[in-house]
């Protein structure tokens, strides 16, 4: 099993009132450290990926990302699929730089790759990778970082992206430019739910460090201000760093979170503060889900500042609840975050007639079959056969053998089938794989098991579970199991002898089955 680590996601984003307006980043990043003790989550994997545009009005020849507070060794290997090939990695005394560079042919003293200034006003989606036919003529690329470490709390912080161009006192060696790159990135984190049989709750924050501070005469200054936009996508499978591209059906399936919010670097020493440096989103995320994607993007603000101290002025209420017109500017960025999840819980299913409850009296299944745990924790599950019934075997989550009891160290969404089979009918006789005989017909029984609440009908007179769940049939006799959920509720899908989640199973009887339905609770 993979390891599986307790996380929550730090990532800053330091602004620069020298970035160009037009400065724009595409990008999917994850970086990780360890979690607080209430976390209800594991992170179980990290994935960085985005698309940049040269909006400094002269050819790029390579690209730098500089981590501070790393180490070399605490980096996957890079993304290498774009005109520049492999990134260097230069560590220095805090941190590491990792700079995706042209080779440079000393005869026609040229860079070899090269990426032309984008042209402002012009959209570039679609454009930045290798499999297009425009990606040569583009003024933008692909790139990608990853981390690879479990680290002490504030161990990674993204400061800075820039581009790379030739220094113009040394020919044939590349310089950073002075202008960051950057994008509010996210930071996650869990916490316990109000209720400890709910979700977890997955906190997600955009924080703006304030800007660089003024001399001393001058009033505190704000920065640039942004609008943003959060788009929000669950997903029930893990994702790969190659669907982190705006065109992706993962992020245009995505649905609106957040629909307008104004992002602006506060002054700390300011006490007219109205908080517009921090951005929250959170909700519960349930047993089921593998991942949790959300798409940000940011435009420019387009209104008025304070004179004095370059805080927003905006039209409208002044709430800057909205854009209002001739506040809204180009699209500046597009940030697509994801975090791989195991959100730890227990799910038991039923196979047959009988039920499972657990040590800690929160599982009682066939009523409740499901709860999330917080990691680690060990859960006695006990199984217990309903009339005419025995109970087979454990299968599934770690769960095996034929005791009645077994124990479960909640380590992932895992889930533990019990299995049931109906005991031989009374008097015994007649042959047919353990059927009976009745007026020289060999008959055998069918076992109806449910999850929850709900009904199954026969469509041959004999089965009416929730009361009358087994009865015995012909050998040869075609029954058609009808599944009904009560009022509110779904049915799931069918188990044992029966399967799909169409509501309706047709069975041939030619031996001893049992039915599992599964219904939503």
């Known amino acids: ?33 360890p979690a607080v003790a209430m976390a209800q989550s594991a992170v179980v ?27 070399a060794g605490d980096l996957y290997p890079a993304w ?15 941190g590491v730089y990792v700079r995706y560079m042209s080779p440079y042919d000393p005869a026609s003293h040229l860079f070899t790759a090269t990426t032309i200034p984008q042209v402002p006003g012009t959209s570039f989606a679609g454009t930045c990778y290798t499999w297009t036919f425009t990606y040569y003529t583009a003024g933008c690329d ?46 996650y984190t869990w916490v316990a739910p109000a209720l400890p049989a709910n979700p977890p709750v997955l906190v997600v924050e955009i924080q703006l460090p304030p800007p660089p501070p003024p001399p001393p ?25 190659t669907e982190l591209t705006t065109d992706n059906a993962v992020e245009t399936a995505a649905v609106i979170e957040t629909e307008w919010v104004l992002m602006q670097p506060e002054p700390p020493s300011d006490s007219r503060r109205r908080g517009r440096n921090r951005h929250v989103n959170q909700g519960g995320v349930n047993a089921g889900t593998r991942s949790v994607l959300r798409r940000y993007e940011t435009y420019a603000y387009t209104g008025a500042y304070d004179r004095l101290n370059h805080q927003v002025v905006c039209g409208g209420d002044t709430t800057c609840s909205v854009p ?61 056969p309903g009339s005419n019934s025995s109970f087979t075997s454990w299968t599934g989550g770690g769960c095996t053998g034929t005791s009645l009891t077994c124990t ?66 012909n050998s040869g006799t075609a029954v058609t199991l009808t599944a009904t959920p009560p009022t ?8 044992g002898a029966c399967s799909g989640t169409n509501s309706t199973c047709i069975l041939n009887v030619n031996a001893n089955v049992s039915v599992q339905a599964n219904f939503s609770k």
């Open 80 to 94: 290498c699929g774009n005109k520049y090939g492999c990134p260097v990695v230069v560590p220095y005394a805090t």
């Open 408 to 473: 479960v160290t909640i380590a992932d969404a895992m889930t533990v089938n019990a299995v049931f089979s109906a005991n031989p009918p009374a008097g015994g006789g007649g042959g047919g794989a353990g059927g009976g005989t009745t007026g020289g017909a060999t008959q055998f029984t069918v076992q109806i098991g449910r999850s929850n609440v709900g009904t199954v009908t026969s469509d041959v007179a004999g089965i009416n579970c929730g009361n009358a769940c087994s009865a015995k049939f």
């Open 217 to 241: 005469a001058v009033p505190p200054q704000y920065g640039d201000a942004t609008w943003m936009k959060v788009f929000k996508t669950e997903l029930t499978r893990e994702v790969a760093l």
């Open 142 to 187: 692909h790139f990608g970082v990853h981390l690879a470490y479990t680290a002490a709390a504030s161990k990674a912080v993204v400061t800075s992206y820039r581009w790379m161009f030739e220094d113009p006192a040394n020919p044939g060696t590349l310089i950073a430019s002075t202008n960051n790159l950057f994008v509010p990135t996210p930071v």
């Open 1 to 33: 099993m993979r390891n599986r680590l307790l996380m929550h996601l730090r990532a800053l984003a330091l602004p620069s009132r020298t970035t160009p307006l037009g400065a724009t980043l595409l990008a999917g990043l994850m970086l990780f450290v």
């Open 324 to 384: 209002q017109p001739g506040e809204l500017g180009d699209l500046l960025v597009t940030q697509m975050a994801a975090a791989n999840v195991a959100v730890p819980s227990l799910t038991v299913t039923l196979t047959g007639n009988g039920t499972v409850s657990s040590s800690d009296k929160v599982i009682t299944c066939g009523s409740k079959c499901s709860s999330t745990y917080t990691l680690g924790t060990v859960v006695t599950l006990t199984a217990k």
């Open 45 to 71: 994997g990290g994935l960085g990926n985005f698309d940049a545009a040269n909006y400094e009005g002269k050819d790029a020849h390579g690209f730098e990302v500089q981590v501070e507070g790393i180490l």
């Open 488 to 495: 509110g509720k779904t049915f799931v899908s069918w188990g």
